[in-house]
């Protein structure tokens, strides 16, 4: 069935470093894939969405590629904020719901 | 912007007792949803609903009920609360076919189950 994998449960970075969450799926149908960042004690909400292969889309410092051959869509910011510490969500269309990832907690100290 | 509203947002309950949670989105959209998320953790899928009178079952369901009275309105049912639903429940709407589109949350209700 369809899935969506995380592989870093933690990240703590020092302000002003890069980083890359990654982001792979297995699907069967044409993906469209999404992240999600939820900032302690509030909803989450989008941060980012894309179906186009190869197409790198951005939103508040935040980018992303959907590769299809590599079933990957990793999210990346060049230069992180003490505001981006939060848990991010890699999330997958699936059939009239998403298919969630396990959230990565992203910590950013001064 | 796509609003979800939930109440209560705080509820303490004990056990045995009934709880309803209630959700009333704005935007007219087709799918609602109930997740759980547990303290650091992920979303889990509990109830969903296609539209007004549906209800299906998502992946932790048992212990719950859900109610879709209209379009507006889903309702998640806790008829005998345990001190293991104790959780924050987010519900969202959404508007696509196909599972394509954006989810809206609403801001959640954190319950209690003493």
């Known amino acids: 069935g369809d899935s969506v994998t995380q592989t870093e449960g933690l990240v703590t970075l020092t302000k002003g470093l890069p980083v890359m969450l990654n982001c792979t799926y297995q699907?069967?149908?044409?993906?469209?894939l999404f992240w999600y960042v939820q900032h302690l004690n509030e909803a989450p909400k989008l941060l980012l969405k894309?179906?186009?292969d190869n197409k790198r889309t951005e939103h508040q410092g935040f980018y992303a590629t959907l590769h299809k051959s590599s079933s990957s869509f990793h999210l990346q910011k060049s230069s992180v904020q003490l505001s981006d510490s939060a848990l991010y969500f890699c999330?997958?269309?699936?059939?009239?719901?998403?298919?969630w990832g396990s959230g990565t907690k992203l910590i950013i100290k001064p | 912007e796509a609003a979800v509203t939930q109440s209560p947002r705080n509820k303490v309950a004990v056990t045995g007792g009934k709880v309803t949670l209630s959700c009333n989105q704005t935007?007219?959209?087709?799918?609602m949803y109930w997740y759980r998320q547990d303290t650091g953790h992920g979303l889990r899928l509990i109830h969903y609903?296609?539209?007004?009178?549906?209800?299906e079952k998502g992946d932790i369901p048992d212990g719950y009920k859900a109610s879709r009275p209209s379009q507006e309105n889903f309702s998640l049912i806790l008829e005998l609360a345990t001190p293991s639903q104790t959780s924050v429940y987010f519900c969202?709407?959404?508007?696509?076919?196909?599972?394509?589109?954006?989810?809206?949350f609403g801001e959640g209700s954190k319950l209690t189950v003493l």
């Open positions: 609903s296609y539209g007004a009178g549906s209800t």
């Open positions: 969202a709407s959404g508007d696509a076919q196909g599972g394509t589109g954006q989810l809206y």
């Open positions: 699907t069967t149908y044409s993906p469209f």
């Open positions: 935007n007219n959209h087709n799918n």
């Open positions: 999330a997958l269309s699936g059939n009239y719901q998403l298919i």
């Open positions: 894309s179906s186009t």
